[in-house]
């Protein structure tokens, strides 16, 4: 079993800027896929930004040049937000992906980010 716990999140304004934390512990395999998802009100979770053991990054378009996924070896993941928009404001879910055999998908609790003047 994976155990992802989020940290980071709160009130901010539009412009600013917050770091979100999320920390892995359990059977975590040397290689896995770590990201974050994010949820609005009434929306579907949508994909934010994913980060391999290798380093590769991927983003989505609408925060592409704001956010910055990083990780420290394979359990510890940071998501810089900068330029926060209204839009941003969601819970933001932590995520990690391994397989062996089949593909399993953990998560965590989720933090909220609100992005209001």
């Known amino acids: 079993q994976v155990q992802l716990v989020e940290s980071g999140g709160g009130l901010v304004q539009p412009g600013g800027s917050l770091r979100l934390s999320c920390a892995a512990s359990g059977s975590i395999f040397s290689i896995n896929t770590m990201g974050w998802y994010r949820q609005a009100p009434g929306k579907q979770r949508e994909l934010v930004a994913t980060?391999?053991?290798?380093?590769?990054t991927n983003y989505a378009d609408s925060v592409k040049g704001r956010f910055t996924i990083s990780r420290n070896a394979k359990t510890t993941m940071y998501l810089l937000m900068n330029s926060l928009k209204p839009e941003d404001t969601a819970v933001y879910y932590c995520?990690?992906?391994?397989?062996?055999?089949?593909?399993?998908?953990?998560w965590g609790q989720g933090t909220q980010v609100t992005v209001s003047s």
């Open positions: 995520n990690l992906g391994q397989t062996y055999l089949i593909r399993r998908e953990y």
């Open positions: 980060i391999e053991t290798s380093g590769s």
